[in-house]
């Protein structure tokens, strides 16, 4: 199968990634829990990721680079963490239900956000409606770096250094962007959440949180941490305060492995070949009239390599369900985000995505245009 659902997350992994987990499940132990030597190797091991994590994302202490199940967990704690105490909190249109389920369920305790527009084309527009999104008791500016719908790429930077013009905390939600983009902490990001199983091609069940000096969002769980065992208080030192229970010692040797491979290949050369074949699809999309294209040519400056199109006259499932079929493997209907398609008006039909990786060739891509001209 030609597989192009890789914002869900990649496949295939690389060989180092799989060879990195078999190895820590064969010789696994609880990292920080006891003091034999499977135990410390697994503790070491874990700790080299940690500072390639910080590394990768120009984080100053590795002890601020959060492990956890999921990009959404990181959110979770994040948002919640952040707004604990109420407040308004400032996102974009775009963002998905990682971001807006939790603020909803927030709601219900006081707490309130809005919307900012997106302009795609237009970074002023979309930084001044931000600005104009901003209140009295906002606490917090929430923003994707990239619509992990319609790839549009949003000038985070910009929005991070309004957000602390104003005294809020900016929380980046980096799991579109991780891997095929540069995301630096230094660019006035005080957290970023991120899904190392996409772009980083680690295992699934793995997250990311860093935090920024000077902020401790509140927890969401608490529990054994291996440290200070005797209080019942959950630990304020870093890393132990976010990472209860035992950790997933498989994933995160997984997540390392997947770190150097993009280090090997380098982010550039990555997001070089993928909007490559982004944009030979868009041309051969473009030719066709049947096709419904959503935006402009994606372009490294305003999106990521990602593209949503609909066939005229079929909702965007069965789209998918026909090219399943023919053995391409792509995703269709909301993504998770039905904010993004109220924007775009596309909460009917869906869209049919297109994500490629490091491994899609340009013959995959060929190959759907050609099955698509038929159906």
């Known amino acids: 199968m030609i597989y192009l659902d890789n914002s869900a997350t990649t496949n295939p992994k690389p060989s180092s990634v799989l060879y990195a987990c078999d190895q820590a499940m064969r010789h696994s132990a609880n990292p920080g829990r006891s003091g034999h030597k499977l135990s410390e190797n697994a503790a070491r091991s874990i700790y080299s990721v940690r500072s390639k994590a910080a590394k990768l994302f120009n984080a100053d202490d590795e002890t601020r680079v959060i492990f956890t199940p999921s990009c959404t967990f990181s959110l979770n704690t994040a948002i919640k963490g952040i707004l604990k105490d109420g407040g308004h909190a400032v996102v974009s249109e775009l963002e998905h239900n990682a971001v807006m389920r939790p603020l909803e369920k927030l ?182 009239s049947k096709i419904i294209l959503y935006t402009s040519c994606p372009e490294p400056e305003h999106f990521v390599p990602v593209l ?36 775009f008006g596309t909460t009917e039909t869906g869209t049919v995505r297109v994500s490629p990786s490091a491994f899609t060739s340009e013959k995959d891509i060929l190959h759907l245009l050609t099955i698509l001209t038929s159906i």
């Open 308 to 343: 949503s199109f609909n066939v005229s006259g079929l909702h965007s499932e069965e789209t998918a369900d026909f090219l399943n079929r023919k053995g391409i493997a792509v995703r269709a209907g909301l993504h998770c985000a039905p904010s993004a398609h109220e924007a």
């Open 107 to 288: 709601r219900t305790e006081g707490v309130t956000y809005t919307k900012a527009k997106v302009y795609f084309d237009d970074n002023d527009k979309t930084v001044d409606s931000f600005r104009q999104c901003i209140q009295k008791d906002t606490k917090v500016i929430i923003c994707t770096h990239a619509s992990n719908v319609f790839g549009i790429k949003l000038p985070v930077e910009r929005i991070a250094a309004l957000a602390h013009f104003y005294g809020l905390t900016f929380i980046l939600d980096a799991a579109q962007s991780a891997g095929v983009t540069d995301v630096d902490m230094k660019n006035g990001f005080d957290i970023i959440c991120a899904a190392p199983h996409k772009g980083l091609y680690s295992p699934m069940g793995t997250g990311l949180m860093i935090i920024g000096d000077n902020i401790s969002p509140d927890t969401i769980t608490e529990g054994g941490t291996g440290s200070s065992s005797l209080s019942l208080t959950q630990p304020e030192e870093l890393p132990d305060k976010y990472e209860s229970g035992t950790m997933n010692y498989p994933g995160i040797a997984g997540m390392g492995a997947g770190i150097d491979f993009v280090n090997r290949k380098s982010i550039k050369r990555i997001s070089e070949h993928e909007f490559k074949l982004i944009t030979k699809l868009y041309d051969g999309l473009k030719s066709n």
